[in-house]
């Protein structure tokens, strides 16, 4: 009896070996260099396609992102990830565009901004190209909210138009999990201390960490009160979120420059960021987007 449950525990253990070291191997790939078109020859894209047809497209943005973060943020995370998940998985990645919808941050200087279908367009004619090359999985990594509606089109537009397959792997992914809460602070979106850990990862050198200051909020009456309602009527979230991050144009007083005194939409202290939290909030994305790959190059070998 004894010597019997000794083999049984022995084959559970293998077992549970096994599956560890198969759920390793999936999740520590080698990493290796990321492959990045513009550093490519034509004969490394050639011969890169007679092993895959997978392209990893980043979307960002040059907008304003405070007085400490550069206006390239929003382009480094999505290169930044995207290179990450390249070096991981072996998928090529093509930048094509570092401008984005950001119209309503132009209040502040050195903003750039395409509207929504101008960026479709561009993302729409670059993957026409790609796909005469034979490239036919399109994943598109987006890492600013202002493109959101962009990316759903063109990811729609490929999808009903041609040949190729487009999903979204960034910020829009279907498998995207949430962030890790940050105690004490309720509302983080734009250049707080999510972003500012992020780039003191990913860009340590251009972030000037003495400049990071807690903004003034400057909220119109109108969403206050949407906000003092929206505790007892959630539904309403949908309506304040719907006012800010619009164009001044619109007069909602819903524009970056009326919202925020210095650019930054958080309602936490961006010195709390870390290094260290912006490496668990990489991994996290990265993790989830090498995770999908590796299951869709088996799932259509
Ligand atoms: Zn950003």
Request: glycine letters at 8%; one cysteine or more; aromatic letters at 8%.
């Amino acid at each position: 009896m004894v010597k019997s449950s000794h083999s049984i525990e022995k084959r559970i253990l293998s077992i549970i070996l096994m599956a560890l070291f198969s759920g390793c191997f999936i999740f520590a790939q080698k990493e290796g260099k990321p492959l990045v078109l513009q550093e490519m020859t034509w004969t490394d894209v050639r011969d890169y396609l007679k092993t895959s047809d997978m392209v990893i497209i980043p979307i960002g943005a040059t907008e304003q992102h405070g007085p400490h973060l550069p206006l390239g943020t929003d382009y480094y995370e999505a290169m930044g990830m995207s290179k990450k998940i390249s070096a991981r998985t072996g998928v090529v990645v093509a930048p094509v565009i570092l401008a984005g919808y950001s119209v309503y941050h132009s209040g502040f200087h050195g903003t750039l901004s395409l509207k929504p279908e101008t960026l479709e367009q561009v993302l729409f004619e670059t993957a026409e190209m790609l796909i005469k090359y034979g490239f036919r999985r399109f994943m598109f990594f987006n890492y600013h909210g202002g493109n959101r509606v962009a990316e759903s089109k063109v990811i729609h537009r490929i999808n009903h138009t041609t040949e190729a397959v487009a999903v979204a792997i960034g910020i829009g992914a279907p498998f995207k999990r949430s962030e890790e809460k940050i105690e004490g602070v309720l509302d983080d979106q734009h250049a707080g201390i999510y972003e500012t850990s992020i780039m003191l990862y990913l860009k340590p050198e251009l972030v000037k960490m003495e400049r990071a200051k807690k903004p003034e909020f400057n909220l119109t009456p109108r969403m206050r009160e949407l906000y003092m309602l929206s505790e007892e009527n959630p539904g309403l979230m949908a309506v304040l979120n719907s006012l800010k991050g619009v164009p001044v144009e619109t007069k909602k007083g819903g524009a970056s420059h009326e919202i925020s005194s210095n650019g930054i939409w958080s309602s936490g202290d961006p010195k709390r960021a870390t290094k260290e939290r912006g490496e668990r909030i990489v991994k996290n994305m990265v993790d989830g987007a090498v995770k999908f790959i590796e299951v869709w190059k088996k799932a259509e070998k």
